[in-house]
């Protein structure tokens, strides 16, 4: 197992890099497999196509960010620090991984249909957790509630995923700077 590892994170660091040079289209199955140095074989070894390499290129992202998620929602803390801890968290972590967000967004629609039908569902699990905590904050009174939790969530994730058209590591603000700010400003927009 410890030798296939390396195997399976070269084709997604390749495939991660060829889809962010040349697109996800213009990339063939051929191109990744030389670039990582492997066979074909070994390829559909790790991944049954080029639509679950991509799909993998974000899930990861999406898991670590899930599971960040939870242990913040779930941590210590009142709402407003963890709704703000939150918030800047998944800045931060788009910001850190922004070539496999802004590889994904720009190629989801290329997908088959039952993949763009998974992934969906995957993102719509972390934007619940999320809403959840806007929610609970709501009925505790902590944030106005005269917005719907629903629309408080996409219009702050319409933002974080917008960041892949303007963020610039190289920029004046740093990935945790920026989700200080959005965070900042998202707990503002809640106050009563």
């Given at each position: 197992?410890?030798?296939?590892?390396?195997?399976?994170?070269?084709?997604?660091?390749?495939?991660?890099?060829?889809?962010?040079?040349?697109?996800?289209?213009?990339?063939?199955v051929?191109?990744?497999?030389?670039?990582?140095?492997?066979?074909?074989?070994?390829?559909?070894?790790?991944?049954?196509?080029?639509?679950?390499?991509?799909?993998?290129?974000?899930?990861?992202?999406?898991?670590?960010?899930?599971?960040?998620?939870?242990?913040?929602?779930?941590?210590?803390?009142?709402?407003?620090?963890?709704?703000?801890?939150?918030?800047?968290?998944?800045?931060?972590?788009t910001?850190?991984?922004?070539?496999?967000?802004?590889?994904?967004?720009?190629?989801?629609?290329?997908?088959?249909?039952?993949?763009?039908?998974?992934?969906?569902?995957?993102?719509?699990?972390?934007?619940?957790?999320?809403?959840?905590?806007?929610?609970?904050?709501?009925?505790?009174?902590?944030?106005?509630?005269?917005v719907?939790?629903?629309?408080?969530?996409?219009?702050?994730?319409?933002?974080?995923?917008?960041?892949?058209?303007?963020?610039?590591?190289?920029?004046?603000?740093?990935?945790?700077?920026?989700?200080?700010?959005?965070?900042?400003?998202?707990?503002?927009?809640?106050?009563?």
């Open positions: 197992m410890a030798q296939e590892e390396p195997v399976r994170q070269r084709l997604l660091s390749e495939a991660t890099r060829l889809f962010a040079d040349r697109g996800f289209e213009s990339t063939s051929q191109e990744i497999v030389v670039a990582a140095g492997v066979t074909k074989g070994a390829m559909y070894h790790y991944f049954d196509s080029k639509d679950d390499l991509l799909h993998e290129i974000y899930g990861r992202v999406l898991r670590m960010q899930m599971e960040r998620l939870t242990k913040i929602a779930d941590g210590p803390g009142t709402v407003s620090e963890r709704l703000h801890a939150a918030a800047a968290d998944v800045v931060e972590t910001t850190d991984n922004l070539d496999d967000s802004k590889i994904f967004f720009r190629s989801m629609h290329l997908l088959a249909p039952e993949t763009q039908k998974t992934v969906r569902a995957e993102r719509r699990r972390y934007h619940e957790r999320f809403r959840d905590l806007v929610d609970e904050g709501q009925r505790e009174g902590a944030f106005r509630s005269d719907p939790a629903e629309i408080v969530v996409d219009y702050f994730f319409g933002s974080v995923h917008h960041l892949g058209s303007w963020y610039h590591a190289e920029g004046a603000l740093s990935g945790a700077q920026v989700g200080a700010h959005f965070a900042d400003l998202l707990l503002t927009s809640l106050r009563p």
